[in-house]
């Protein structure tokens, strides 16, 4: 039992001092059992202060330490490694949340919030006295990375890796590279096109020896642990051979299949076959095959004796050391109805409006036959919702739908631009576009969340009405030729990547990073990493920053032979367990399993020690490292007794 701890409460700079008397909180603990020094600190996280800290510990010799401030999600990790620095086990140390568990919910009680801290600050006493040295545990690492997606964030990310030395397998399950980086035309503040930035990406990862590039390629289940993960991938037949390479006879062949479907690619505004390539520079620069619209005619395999229509799937079994997860985004779907979607002729989304100008020749532009010279942009569609589930604003779409009406002048220069706006959102450099596209004449209104815009059918005319704030609300109206839906990200509706993996996802759906901005690429699970729009809304340079981040963290996983993991794990007491298989239906991380002497044991490289299983034992056989029942009991018996 700890009789030599030093105990340090932080005023966090007036964020707990403003709420709570440290002072009286330190008075109040600093006579408790085994507690040597009881400090007080404007901020204990402060340079000055962790050197005070190590000299405490060092010509005090301390056993066990307590520092009482902000979340552990914050600076657990900083008092850590002070105590580390000064010569002590770093899991003598217990962390005691006084700000966002005290001083921030309890503002506008100052003696009550005092007494709080004063119980959570003794608890925390009480469990740093019955703590143990532990070391971390040391695992062999598997020096490869699984990067899943090959979207602008994979690519990058895998390129990235590539060139640290390590060896990478990038997985698209698509059967072409590219993400949604492929579909669009000229970049924002750049003159490089969507299909010229994918070109240049492959020409690196092709290039490579490192990287191993599998498309129509889909996790399909992994097993083990950080340093040590199993994915199994399956591989779907393109049905046509990677060495078909003549594109006259490819060409023939597409032309040739009688049947037509809407084509993903442009989002669904024209019509491919079941045999397509989407653009002439796409990779892999062969064709594949819709099995899910294909009638198995046999019309292409007449012209071409390189599409084999009897390929079966593949599977591949991955060892790799970590996993980089770069899933991306879907652009939202207006649900029918939604500004006229689906109901009137002339409402389309952004997304299809972008790929409408890729391919419509220079001059007039033209939808259903009919000239384009009037458009609306509605924006905040699917973003910034009032009564549905997407609260988040995407921020990317402002810029991308001001870019797009800006570009599409240079083709298109009797196009006139009416943008039906929430308030813009052009940060940061892009604020230029906002600014040329004012001076080049596009109208700008503004509406309130709760008052948006309407989109009107009659006479064959359609036109968009708004509560204009920027002029005292007055109701104005445009008779537009073509209505844009600029529609934010959502994510992917398909993805059973984090079922697989069990990551965590937020309020908005997106992966979930541990903190955005100590730990933005990490996930709860070890090993795991993510990267660019999967875990929110991102542009493309926020996109290869996120997944070069991914990429450096990952590395410092597989980057030597072996690996120190967390030794907070669930253990077993085997004379205790009689094995009634509670504890492995209740762990979620399949980390428990029956040994050789029929009894449960623990995976510790699986454990997360998250103690699911802890309360399901009738037996009580299991138990938590460093959160073990004497431990949290002596917690509550102080608590208690303050009470």
Same mark, same amino acid.
């Given at each position: 039992?700890?009789?030599?701890?030093?105990?340090?409460?932080?005023?966090?700079?007036?964020?707990?001092?403003?709420?709570?008397?440290?002072?009286?909180?330190?008075?109040?603990?600093?006579?408790?059992?085994?507690?040597?020094?009881?400090?007080?600190?404007?901020?204990?996280?402060?340079?000055?202060?962790?050197?005070?800290?190590?000299?405490?510990?060092?010509?005090?010799?301390?056993?066990?330490?307590?520092?009482?401030?902000?979340?552990?999600?914050?600076?657990?990790?900083?008092?850590?490694?002070?105590?580390?620095?000064?010569?002590?086990?770093?899991?003598?140390?217990?962390?005691?949340?006084?700000?966002?568990?005290?001083?921030?919910?309890?503002?506008?009680?100052?003696?009550?919030?005092?007494?709080?801290?004063?119980?959570?600050?003794?608890?925390?006493?009480?469990?740093?006295?019955?703590?143990?040295?532990?070391?971390?545990?040391?695992?062999?690492? &598997?020096? /490869?990375? !699984? *990067?899943?997606?090959? =979207?602008?964030? $994979?690519?990058?990310? #895998?390129?990235?890796?590539?060139?640290?030395?390590?060896?990478?397998?990038?997985?698209?399950?698509?059967?072409?590279?590219?993400?949604?980086?492929?579909?669009?035309?000229?970049?924002?503040?750049?003159?490089?096109?969507?299909?010229?930035?994918?070109?240049?990406?492959?020409?690196?990862?092709?290039?490579?020896?490192?990287?191993?590039?599998? &498309?129509? /390629?889909? !996790? *399909?289940?992994?097993? =083990?642990?950080? $340093?040590?993960?199993? #994915?199994?991938?399956?591989?779907?037949?393109?049905?046509?051979?990677?060495?078909?390479?003549?594109?006259?006879?490819?060409?023939?062949?597409?032309?040739?299949?009688?049947?037509?479907?809407?084509?993903?690619?442009?989002?669904?505004?024209?019509?491919?076959?079941?045999?397509?390539?989407?653009?002439?520079?796409?990779?892999?620069?062969?064709?594949?095959?819709?099995?899910?619209?294909?009638?198995?005619?046999?019309?292409?395999?007449?012209?071409?004796?390189?599409?084999?229509?009897?390929?079966?799937?593949?599977?591949?079994?991955?060892?790799?050391?970590?996993?980089?997860?770069?899933?991306?985004?879907?652009?939202?779907?207006?649900?029918?109805?939604?500004?006229?979607?689906?109901?009137?002729?002339?409402?389309?989304?952004?997304?299809?409006?972008?790929?409408?100008?890729?391919?419509?020749?220079?001059?007039?532009?033209?939808?259903?036959?009919?000239?384009?010279?009037?458009?609306?942009?509605?924006?905040?569609?699917?973003?910034?919702?009032?009564?549905?589930?997407?609260?988040?604003?995407?921020?990317?779409?402002?810029?991308?739908?001001?870019?797009?009406?800006?570009?599409?002048?240079?083709?298109?220069?009797?196009?006139?631009?009416?943008?039906?706006?929430?308030?813009?959102?052009?940060?940061?450099?892009?604020?230029?576009?906002?600014?040329?596209?004012?001076?080049?004449?596009?109208?700008?209104?503004?509406?309130?969340?709760?008052?948006?815009?309407?989109?009107?059918?009659?006479?064959?005319?359609?036109?968009?009405?708004?509560?204009?704030?920027?002029?005292?609300?007055?109701?104005?109206?445009?008779?537009?030729?073509?209505?844009?839906?600029?529609?934010?990200?959502?994510?992917?509706?398909?993805?059973?990547?984090?079922?697989?993996?069990?990551?965590?996802?937020?309020?908005?759906?997106?992966?979930?990073?541990?903190?955005?901005?100590?730990?933005?690429?990490?996930?709860?699970?070890?090993?795991?990493?993510?990267?660019?729009?999967?875990?929110?809304?991102?542009?493309?340079?926020?996109?290869?920053?996120?997944?070069?981040?991914?990429?450096?963290?990952?590395?410092?996983?597989?980057?030597?032979?072996?690996?120190?993991?967390?030794?907070?794990?669930?253990?077993?007491?085997?004379?205790?367990?009689?094995?009634?298989?509670?504890?492995?239906?209740?762990?979620?991380?399949?980390?428990?399993?029956?040994?050789?002497?029929?009894?449960?044991?623990?995976?510790?490289?699986?454990?997360?020690?998250?103690?699911?299983?802890?309360?399901?034992?009738?037996?009580?056989?299991?138990?938590?490292?460093?959160?073990?029942?004497?431990?949290?009991?002596?917690?509550?018996?102080?608590?208690?007794?303050?009470?």
């Amino acid at each position: 039992m700890k009789q030599r701890i030093g105990v340090y409460i932080c005023h966090c700079g007036g964020n707990i001092s403003d709420y709570v008397d440290v002072e009286k909180v330190r008075e109040a603990v600093a006579q408790n059992d085994g507690v040597l020094i009881a400090k007080t600190t404007m901020f204990a996280c402060a340079d000055s202060n962790q050197k005070g800290m190590v000299q405490d510990i060092k010509e005090n010799q301390l056993d066990g330490v307590v520092v009482a401030s902000c979340s552990p999600k914050l600076h657990e990790i900083t008092f850590k490694a002070v105590v580390e620095r000064a010569g002590l086990n770093k899991y003598n140390y217990v962390h005691a949340n006084i700000r966002e568990q005290v001083s921030w919910p309890h503002s506008d009680n100052k003696a009550g919030a005092t007494q709080k801290a004063i119980q959570i600050v003794k608890a925390a006493i009480a469990k740093v006295r019955l703590s143990e040295a532990i070391e971390p545990l040391e695992v062999d690492t &598997t020096q /490869a990375v !699984l *990067v899943i997606g090959a =979207g602008v964030a $994979g690519m990058k990310a #895998a390129i990235s890796l590539s060139k640290m030395g390590t060896k990478v397998y990038l997985i698209e399950r698509e059967p072409f590279i590219g993400g949604r980086i492929a579909q669009w035309d000229v970049l924002c503040l750049t003159n490089e096109t969507g299909k010229e930035l994918v070109s240049r990406l492959y020409t690196e990862i092709v290039s490579n020896k490192n990287i191993a590039l599998y &498309t129509g /390629a889909q !996790l *399909v289940d992994c097993k =083990g642990s950080i $340093g040590n993960f199993t #994915a199994k991938v399956k591989l779907s037949p393109r049905y046509v051979k990677e060495t078909c390479i003549d594109k006259e006879i490819l060409k023939k062949a597409i032309n040739a299949c009688p049947v037509e479907v809407p084509d993903e690619f442009n989002f669904g505004i024209t019509k491919r076959r079941a045999i397509y390539h989407n653009f002439p520079a796409e990779y892999p620069q062969t064709a594949v095959i819709d099995m899910n619209s294909c009638t198995r005619c046999g019309k292409c395999t007449e012209i071409c004796d390189k599409i084999d229509l009897n390929m079966k799937e593949e599977f591949l079994e991955l060892k790799v050391g970590s996993i980089l997860v770069a899933t991306g985004f879907d652009p939202y779907t207006p649900n029918e109805g939604e500004f006229g979607y689906n109901v009137i002729d002339n409402v389309i989304t952004l997304s299809q409006f972008k790929r409408l100008l890729a391919f419509s020749e220079p001059g007039k532009l033209q939808w259903h036959d009919k000239p384009v010279k009037n458009v609306a942009y509605i924006y905040c569609v699917g973003s910034r919702q009032v009564d549905g589930n997407n609260k988040y604003c995407s921020r990317y779409c402002c810029t991308a739908t001001i870019n797009t009406a800006l570009k599409s002048n240079d083709k298109f220069p009797e196009l006139n631009h009416f943008h039906f706006t929430r308030g813009i959102r052009t940060y940061g450099k892009q604020e230029q576009l906002y600014h040329n596209a004012s001076k080049s004449g596009h109208v700008f209104f503004q509406s309130y969340e709760d008052d948006p815009c309407r989109v009107e059918h009659k006479n064959n005319k359609t036109t968009v009405k708004i509560n204009d704030i920027l002029t005292n609300r007055k109701e104005l109206e445009v008779e537009a030729d073509i209505v844009v839906l600029v529609t934010g990200m959502v994510p992917r509706s398909n993805n059973n990547i984090s079922d697989i993996l069990k990551l965590p996802r937020g309020r908005d759906n997106f992966f979930n990073e541990i903190h955005m901005k100590l730990r933005p690429v990490e996930t709860v699970i070890d090993g795991i990493t993510i990267a660019g729009a999967c875990q929110g809304p991102k542009n493309v340079v926020e996109s290869i920053n996120s997944a070069l981040s991914a990429a450096i963290k990952t590395y410092s996983f597989v980057g030597k032979d072996k690996l120190m993991v967390k030794p907070e794990v669930a253990e077993v007491t085997p004379d205790l367990c009689k094995w009634c298989d509670e504890c492995t239906k209740a762990c979620p991380f399949d980390a428990i399993f029956k040994n050789e002497q029929g009894v449960a044991q623990v995976n510790e490289t699986v454990c997360k020690g998250c103690g699911m299983c802890l309360p399901v034992c009738p037996t009580n056989a299991i138990q938590l490292k460093t959160f073990s029942d004497i431990e949290i009991a002596s917690m509550i018996d102080v608590l208690a007794n303050e009470l």
